[in-house]
């Protein structure tokens, strides 16, 4: 028995060793890098992947981590969730021969449910460590744009026609360059006039030895230009937004203090002139410019300067929208909240925040439920909800939806129902303000900017 064994092992090594022989399969010689970049606007997050293993996602104007594979074919796939599903569809595949010391860029744009896939190549940099240099690539993915010049110079050098770095039409990306390290500003003019400035930035410092891909896209509900640019570091990872000098960043005052009282407004230091006066309860102000960086915020009673309510520095963001809050926190003091709301759209859901400024009350339970329907059997959404925390949002189903505040773990109804009517693509702010009735509170869409 045991010779048949030692035979039957022998032979199956002999078996084994003439099909590695004969194998056909490739053998890798090097590697290549890899991301996807997600140009589609309003697009949900779209998942990458080489065959059937994740790779990433990508919302809107951003890329996926850098990937290092073997120098081989492969099918990358792309899947998105569509408008009314609750998983994911498979919406593009695309066939790649990885070849060796390769960067490839898969740009996904187009419809969401049959998008087009474009790959951009280029060569992977090694650096030697002595250079003074950075590389940049150029990339055009704003949809609502023609063909593009690029300007990438000194801030001192405005454009001039047959100095850009770059004319790109939609989908394109350029060659890549050597720019010397330091400081530049872009600028974007429609092709062949470098009199119509469609963007140019704040001043950016770029360190040596980095490669970077600088794309344009059309700007959405977060952004303060009609053009938005983004900044991707390829050789470390991350992604910087360059922004429009022209266009400052804004904040908006949100008043929830019912104890505060009336107040004026003024963001600078000494006080001169009110941005806001008699700023009363519940109000919601307009979006007001101002300077990045730390803003002076100072309340007073209207009318007097000599009478302080809040006195704070809020640091704002360039290119930025910030929401101001002043609310009253559990224990009864005026406090305030800063907020950079993401009020982006995104076709194939709806998006619905909450904050609760319900001062009185450590917190409430929120729910929503469908048009018409009780809370009797329901969970809250949102349980013990406390007071003075940031926003929370939600993606939601498209649908008519009450919305209910109750008293933490109770079925007491403090406000409700509230009738909201929901479509692709809405994004709706509420608040949930005080009332001097301490048996309820009151709750308000905050207007979009």
Known sequence: MKRYVILAICMAAVILGACAKESKLPVATGEGTLRALNAIPASPEVVFLIEERVLGSAATKTVTDTEVYDNLEYTFNFQALLAGDSATTRVASQLLKVEADKDYTFVISGALAAPDITIWEADIREWAGSETVFEARMAHTAETLGDVDIYFADAAIPPVLGSQIATLAFGEIATPVDLEAGEYVMAVTPAGDDTTILFTSDAVTISAQTQFMISVFDGDENDLTPISVRLFNLSAGGTGALVDSRFPPTMRFIHASLDLGDADIYIDDPLTVPVVTDHTFTDVTPFIDVTGGDVPVTYTAPGNTGATLLDVDEFVFAGTRTDFFVLVDADGADIHIGNLSDRRSIQTRARLSFMNAAGGRPGVDIYVVPGGEPIDEEDPLI?????????????????????????????????????????FGDVVETIIFENVDPTIVDFAIIPPP
Not at 393 to 401: A, D, E, L, R
Not at 402 to 407: F, L, M, W
Request: without cysteine; negative net charge.
């Open 383 to 423: 349980p013990d909800y406390p007071l003075g925390f940031g926003p929370v949002q939600i993606p939601i189903f498209p649908g008519t939806y009450d919305i209910y505040v109750t008293v933490v773990d109770e079925k007491i109804v403090l406000s409700g129902p509230n009738t909201l009517d929901l479509d």
